[in-house]
């Protein structure tokens, strides 16, 4: 599990896709933040995806990601040199300092628009309908694995504003209009969303790990 706290951002150093390009990938990515203690096998966010390290080499970890990973995240999209939000996973001791994230994108948006305020930068984002529906004003959302306050829902978008200090250290601070992001919506609305629904299968949003 995950906070939406971002620890660093993280450069990517590879994408390949040793099986082809409908294959799976293996990223490459440098952090020396996460990587201080990290173990083969532990759990690292990046841009909001749960990854398992699959080696280490210094201050730079691997992971496998998975052709359903790369069809459900924009994860596919990143370019060497790219940055990304990195996170470890939170220990059972440890604060939960933004909200409940379990690093499983439900689906990928893409940033409308951004105005500047005094010390704060307010953003629109497009979202698919399906999951729309569980985005609630004043609810949490991860954005690229960004727990962050929801200030706005429209028919197909929705906004939140950005602190100083998210501005600084997450890729959001960055963004252009057409980026592409990954969403999680709040897990605790599709829970409620299943039970009022009898628990059928069709009314819940699958994750992807």
């Known amino acids: 599990m995950f906070t939406g706290i971002v620890e660093e951002m ?22 020396p933040v996460v990587t201080s203690d990290v173990r083969l096998g532990d759990s690292i966010a990046v841009d909001g995806v749960c990854l398992t390290v699959a080696g280490v080499d210094g201050a730079v970890f691997t992971a496998d990601v998975m052709p359903e990973s790369l069809r459900r995240t924009a994860l596919g999209g990143l370019t060497v040199g790219a940055r990304v939000n990195l996170e470890r996973a ?30 704060w930068d307010d953003l629109v ?16 959302i991860a954005v690229s694995g960004v727990s962050l306050t929801v200030t706005s829902v429209g028919s197909d978008s929705f906004g939140v504003s950005l ?12 963004l252009e209009p057409g980026a592409r992001v990954n969403l999680e919506v709040d897990v605790v609305a599709k829970y409620v969303e299943r039970l009022m629904a009898g628990g059928s299968s069709a009314s819940a949003v699958g994750g992807v790990a």
Request: hydrophobic share 40%; no cysteine; aromatic share 4%.
């Open 163 to 174: 602190i100083p200090t998210t501005l600084e250290a997450t890729v959001l601070g960055a």
């Open 10 to 31: 993280g450069v990517v150093r590879g994408l390949e896709f040793p099986s082809g390009p409908e294959g799976d990938a293996v990223l490459t990515v440098e952090g």
């Open 90 to 119: 939170m220990p059972a001791h440890g604060r939960l300092g933004g909200h409940i994230v379990q690093g499983h994108v439900d689906g990928v948006g893409a940033l409308v628009s951004r105005s500047p305020g005094e010390r």
């Open 125 to 140: 984002f497009a979202a698919p309908s399906d999951l729309l529906r569980y985005v609630a004003e004043k609810g949490s």
